[in-house]
């Protein structure tokens, strides 16, 4: 296999996985806005800071057992959490 046939191979799997990576994360923020619908009906606030810590040490160690970096784990999923309160609203 040619250089430029396996890097394409490889390009093509990595837009694959980003297709996923997509459609994960509209569905994880459909449940974020239902999730939001709840807490609305019980009075509970959207932003659960104990819940959120709870869930960045649990990522931060799922990456490191995966060989990610915890702190962009940590980043990446700050920015979906502002995305998860957004739906929420």
């Not at 390009?11 to 509209?26: M, P």
């Not at 939001?36 to 959207?46: I, V």
């Given at each position: 296999?040619?250089?430029?046939v396996?890097?394409?191979?490889?390009?093509q799997q990595?837009?694959?996985?980003d297709?996923q990576l997509?459609?994960?994360?509209?569905?994880?923020m459909l449940?974020?806005?239902?999730?939001?619908?709840?807490?609305?009906?019980?009075?509970?606030?959207?932003?659960?800071?104990q819940?959120?810590s709870?869930?960045?040490?649990?990522?931060?160690e799922?990456?490191?057992?995966?060989?990610?970096?915890?702190?962009f784990?940590?980043?990446?999923?700050?920015?979906?959490h502002?995305?998860?309160?957004?739906?929420?609203?």
């Amino acid at each position: 296999m040619t250089t430029d046939v396996r890097l394409e191979s490889l390009r093509q799997q990595i837009d694959e996985l980003d297709g996923q990576l997509i459609s994960l994360l509209a569905q994880r923020m459909l449940l974020s806005r239902q999730i939001g619908l709840h807490k609305r009906q019980a009075g509970l606030p959207a932003l659960q800071p104990q819940r959120f810590s709870q869930l960045l040490q649990r990522l931060r160690e799922q990456a490191a057992q995966q060989q990610l970096s915890p702190d962009f784990v940590d980043a990446l999923y700050q920015l979906i959490h502002q995305e998860s309160l957004r739906c929420q609203q």
